[in-house]
C-alpha cells in the first residue's frame, strides 16, 4: 500500500469546514487522531470506531479495471486486464467477518475487497458503431455490454461490481462531480480547434501524429475539429501532480511508466475540454443540455459511482463512503495519461481522494503490434475458453506475458506451457502420487502431515517458497509467483523421482513407513499449490483440492493463512486418481485430415475443463 497516501476533502460532518485538505499536499499517518480523521478511505474513522463492529471491519481494498468500450465485444487484450484483476482480488480478498460472507469465499486475504468492472458507453465512438450496427445506441450498449458479462463468467471472473456509464445512478454521480468542479472554479468555456482520433476518443497533439496526421495507436488519420467546448483547467494542477508524484511514487506503476508521466507533466499540462457540442449519445453538460460531457470525463466517474449499490440514493458522497479512495487501477499503458494525469487532477478539484496506485500493463501483441478492435487483428478469448479451458487461459497469460510488459502470444507456446506446468509439473504429480497411495495404503493417509515432515529440509524449501509467492503477488508480480508454484511443483516431482516411494513400498519393512511419509509429504505439497494457484487456476484448485478428499465448501473458505504446512491428517481418506488437467493434444496430420473430412474443422483436440 502507498506510503504517503492521499487525503480525502469532501465534506464531512464531523471536520470543520476550514480543515477540509488534499493529502497529496498533505499526507497524514494512518493511525490518526479521531479530530483528524474524517475522509480517509472516504470514511468517518471517528464515528465508524465508536462501533465495534465498524473497527474491527478489514480495511476496503477497491480494484479496478478499465471499464471497456462497447463498439465491439471483448478481445483477448480487453479480458486480459480483467483476468489479472481476478488474480489479484482472488489473492487480496478473503471472507469477510460478517459483512461479505458469502461474497468473498473463495478469496484469500484479510481484506474487504471490491473489485470493479464495467463498461464505457458513451460518446461518438459507440454512437457510430451502434449506427453501423443498425440498432439505437441503448439496444447496441445493452447487448455488448452483455457479452462482456458473458466472457467474464466464462474466464471464471469474480467482480463485485459491473458499472455501466449509462446506469442512471452513474449519470448522477457524474452530475453531482461536475458540479463540484465548477463551484471550484475549474471548467470555463471556450474554443477548441484540434486533430482528434475518435477511437482514441482525444484530440491529439499534431507532434505525436504519423505521417497523414495517422493516430499512432490506431493508425487512423485524425479528423479536424473546430468546437465551443466547456474546458477543465488541468493547468492549475500541474504543480499538486508533480507533487503527488514526487511524495508517493507508487501511485505510477511499474516505476518505468512513472517517468513517462513525470515527462508529460514537466513539459507541461494543458486544459483540456470536456463536453462535445457534435455528440448527442453521452449525459448531458449541467446548465447546458446543448453539449454532452466528454466520454473520458463521464467514464472515469464509473470507478466511484459503481460502489453505490443498487436501488440506493446516487450521490456522490454515498458513493465515496462505499470505499473511495480505490487501491489499485489495473489500466493498459495507452490510457495512462487519462488515469495518470487527467483522473488524479480531476479528483483535486472536486476535493477528493486520488487512487493509491495505477499500474500500466502492456499489451498484448500480434506480431508485434497490439491486438484491438480497431486494427482488427484480435485472438478470440471465446474460442480458447472453448478450446482449452478457463484455467489454460488465465495461467497462459499471467504466467506468459510479465505484468508490465507486452507479450506476443502463439499458440504453440500456448499448448507448451500449459501442458508442461499444468499437465505434467502439477497434475501428473497428483496424479502418480494418489495412484500410489491407492495402491499401498488404500487411498487413507498414514501420518499427519506435519509428522511425516518431522526432521525433513524439505518442508523448510516449500514453506520459503510459499513465502515467495505471496511477496509476489502482493507486488503485482504475477508470472513470478506462477513460477515460484511451479517450482513448488518441481521440488515435489524431484523428491518423489529421488525418493523412489514406490520402491521402498516394495522393499518392504521400515522402508513402508518412509514412502507413506513421502506420499503425505507431496499431497501436503499438492495442498499448498492448489491454494497458492487458486488466485490464477480457480477450477484448477478446486479439482485438487477435492481430489485430496475436501469439498468444495472447505476450498470456498481458505485463506492465504492455510497455505501453512500441516493441512492434511492422518486418516484422511483421498478421491480416485483423476487427471486434474487434460492435455492438450495436438492432432497430426491425418488426424486433421480425417477432422476436416468429419466436418470437425478444429485442429486440436480440446482439454476438458471439469473432470
Ligand atoms: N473506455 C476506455 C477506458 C475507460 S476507463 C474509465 C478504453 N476502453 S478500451 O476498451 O478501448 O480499452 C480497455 C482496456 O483494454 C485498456 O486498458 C487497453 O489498454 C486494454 N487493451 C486493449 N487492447 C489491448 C491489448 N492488445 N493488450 C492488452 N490490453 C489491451 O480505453
Known amino acids: 500500500m502507498a506510503a504517503g497516501r492521499a487525503f480525502l476533502g469532501a465534506p464531512c460532518s464531523s471536520l470543520a469546514a476550514g480543515a477540509r485538505r488534499l493529502a497529496f499536499a498533505s499526507p497524514l499517518p494512518r493511525t490518526l487522531t479521531p479530530a483528524l480523521s474524517c475522509g480517509v478511505r472516504g470514511r468517518c474513522i471517528a464515528s465508524a470506531s465508536s462501533s465495534p463492529d465498524a473497527a474491527s471491519s478489514p480495511e476496503p481494498y477497491v480494484l479496478t479495471t478499465p471499464l471497456y468500450y462497447v463498439n465491439a465485444p471483448p478481445h483477448m487484450g480487453s479480458a486480459y486486464t480483467t483476468i489479472a484483476a481476478d488474480a489479484i482480488a482472488r489473492f487480496q480478498a478473503s471472507l469477510h467477518p460478517r459483512l461479505q460472507r458469502l461474497q468473498f469465499l473463495t478469496r484469500l486475504q484479510e481484506k474487504n475487497v471490491i473489485f470493479i468492472t464495467g463498461t464505457d458507453e458513451h460518446g461518438e465512438k459507440i454512437a457510430a458503431s451502434a449506427e453501423a450496427s443498425g440498432r439505437n445506441p441503448k439496444e447496441h450498449c445493452d447487448a455488448i455490454s452483455s457479452s462482456y458479462k458473458t466472457l467474464w463468467a466464462d474466464l471464471d471472473i469474480e467482480y463485485d461490481k459491473f458499472i455501466r456509464t449509462t446506469d442512471h445512478k452513474h449519470e448522477a454521480v457524474v452530475n453531482e462531480f461536475y458540479s463540484r468542479v465548477l463551484d471550484n472554479g475549474d471548467i470555463y468555456r471556450a474554443d477548441y480547434e484540434g486533430l482528434y482520433c475518435v477511437s482514441c476518443e482525444e484530440y491529439k497533439d499534431e507532434k505525436e501524429l504519423l505521417e497523414n496526421n495517422c493516430c499512432p495507436v490506431h493508425l487512423k488519420p485524425c479528423v479536424e475539429r473546430k468546437e465551443d467546448n466547456y474546458f477543465f ?188 506446468h499444468l499437465a505434467n509439473t502439477i497434475g501428473n504429480l497428483l496424479n502418480r502420487t494418489l495412484g500410489l497411495l491407492k495402491k499401498n495404503c488404500k487411498s487413507k493417509l498414514a501420518f499427519d502431515s506435519i509428522a511425516a515432515a518431522d526432521g525433513s529440509l524439505f518442508r523448510d524449501n516449500i514453506e520459503n517458497l510459499v513465502d515467495n509467492a505471496k511477496h509476489q503477488y502482493e507486488n503485482l508480480l504475477l508470472s513470478s509467483a506462477c513460477e515460484t508454484v511451479l517450482e513448488i511443483g518441481n521440488l515435489g516431482n524431484l523428491y518423489i523421482d529421488e525418493q523412489a516411494p514406490w520402491s521402498c513400498f516394495k522393499q518392504g519393512g521400515e522402508s513402508v513407513e518412509k514412502a507413506a511419509k513421502d506420499l503425505v509429504l507431496i499431497l501436503e505439497t499438492m495442498r499448498i499449490i492448489a491454494i497458492a494457484l487458486s488466485p490464477i487456476t480457480p477450477s484448477l484448485s478446486l479439482r485438487i483440492y477435492t481430489q485430496l478428499g475436501f469439498t468444495k465448501d472447505q476450498f470456498r473458505v481458505l485463506r492465504w493463512e492455510d497455505t501453512k504446512w500441516g493441512g492434511l491428517i492422518a486418516g484422511q481418506v483421498m478421491s480416485e486418481p483423476k487427471p486434474v488437467f487434460a492435455r492438450i493434444e495436438t492432432e497430426t496430420e491425418e488426424d486433421a485430415q480425417a477432422s476436416s473430412k468429419a466436418g470437425k474443422g478444429g485442429k486440436r483436440k480440446h482439454a476438458t475443463k471439469d473432470l
Do not use: C
Not at 466511484?304 to 446516487?314: F, H, K
Not at 462505499?322 to 483522473?343: E, N, T
Open 233 to 420: 483547467a488541468l493547468s492549475k494542477y500541474q504543480h499538486k501532480l508533480e507533487e503527488l508524484l514526487t511524495r508517493n511514487p507508487d501511485f505510477v506503476r511499474p516505476s518505468y511508466r512513472l517517468n513517462e508521466v513525470q515527462g508529460w507533466i514537466k513539459s507541461g499540462l494543458r486544459d483540456f475540454s470536456i463536453s462535445r457540442a457534435s455528440v448527442e449519445w453521452g449525459i448531458p453538460v449541467p446548465n447546458d443540455t446543448k453539449q454532452t460531457i466528454y466520454v473520458w470525463f463521464d467514464a472515469l466517474l464509473g470507478y466511484i459511482s459503481a460502489l453505490l449499490d443498487d436501488g440506493e440514493q446516487a450521490s456522490l458522497q454515498q458513493a465515496v463512503d462505499h470505499g473511495w479512495p480505490a487501491s489499485l487501477h489495473l489500466i493498459g499503458k495507452d490510457i495512462l495519461r487519462f488515469h495518470a494525469v487527467y483522473w488524479p487532477a480531476m479528483l483535486m478539484s472536486a476535493g477528493l481522494s486520488v487512487p493509491d496506485t495505477v499500474f500500466g500493463h502492456g499489451f498484448l501483441t500480434k506480431d508485434g503490434m497490439k491486438m484491438g478492435k480497431s486494427l482488427g487483428n484480435t485472438l478470440e478469448p471465446k474460442d480458447l475458453v472453448e478450446r482449452f479451458g478457463a484455467d489454460a487461459v488465465r495461467y497462459f497469460f499471467l504466467r506468459e506475458v510479465e505484468f508490465g510488459n507486452d507479450g506476443d502470444y502463439s499458440e504453440e507456446r500456448f499448448i507448451n506451457i500449459v501442458n508442461a
